[in-house]
Nanobody, 115 residues
């Protein structure tokens, strides 16, 4: 069973930056990795994804140009760099690894953007 841990969430002011990290009990290199977020009272939203194969990336329109997903292959970890943060980015952010038979979810990390 793959276990995932997110870190890096914090309270930041609008316009600030954070880098979220996703670390697995095993290297994440063999997995397609997605970041999701969920704000109170709102539907869970896919934020970004990086491919298992060619490293291609996906971004939701709401974060395009502000967020960057990346891998550190040596460490087997995945990051989400978040710049120009807005209050509407406030949510619990989850890292998800796409397995063959099931997806693996982390516990989430809280990102709060507020002045």
């Amino acid at each position: 069973q793959l276990q995932l841990v997110e870190s890096g969430g914090d309270l930041v002011q609008p316009g600030g930056s954070l880098r979220l990290s996703c670390t697995g009990s095993a290297t994440l290199n063999p997995y397609t990795i997605g970041w999701f977020r969920q704000a109170p009272g709102k539907e869970r939203e896919g934020v970004s994804c990086i491919s298992r194969r060619d490293g291609s990336t996906y971004y939701a329109d709401s974060v395009k140009g502000r967020f960057t997903i990346s891998r550190d292959h040596a460490k087997g970890t995945v990051y989400l760099q978040m710049n120009s943060l807005k209050p509407e980015d406030t949510a619990v952010y989850y890292c998800v690894a796409g397995g063959v038979d099931r997806d693996y979810w982390g516990q989430g990390t809280q990102v709060t953007v507020s002045s």
